[in-house]
């Protein structure tokens, strides 16, 4: 989540009393699939322990970073959890918030130039806001 996404997060949680959920996904399809690894190589079971252990290590990384973030807004009296996810991104926010009954999702989205803005959106940040079944307040 973005420092500028969580500062909104934490004015709405003030004002309407609400729990924030920090969440991050591990975006799974960095690591090729094990089908597709086994056309490359015959040592299937040790990549799929590899990625397993690169996921571990990536979820690991996304703890310690948002840790301080954690802490700083607990310390303000707002409710805050942490989750992850691992997944294509998009969809696992979207299940991940259907399934915690979210009612808004506030995330952020990369800046890239003028040229690139549409295509900015286009990632993550606009799959949700098309997919999501509550409002998605998208911050740049």
Not at 78 to 96: K, L
Not at 102 to 129: C, P, T, W, Y
């Amino acid at each position: 989540m973005s420092e500028k996404a969580l500062n909104k997060a934490v004015e709405f949680a003030q004002a309407l009393r609400a729990k924030i959920i920090l969440l991050h996904i591990v975006d799974d399809r960095i690591v090729p699939p094990s089908d597709t690894i086994g056309f490359v190589s015959d040592e299937q079971p040790s990549l799929e322990i590899a990625k397993t252990q690169l996921i571990r290590i990536l979820k690991q990384g996304a703890e310690l970073m948002l840790k301080d973030r954690i802490s700083k807004v607990k310390q303000m009296g707002i409710e805050i959890s942490f989750m992850m996810g691992v997944g294509s991104p998009a969809e696992e926010i979207v299940i991940i918030s259907e399934s915690e009954h979210v009612d808004l999702i506030i995330m952020g989205s990369r800046r890239l130039n003028e040229i690139f803005k549409n295509v900015a959106l286009g990632s993550v940040a606009r799959r949700v806001s098309e997919i999501a079944k509550c409002p998605v307040m998208i911050i740049h």
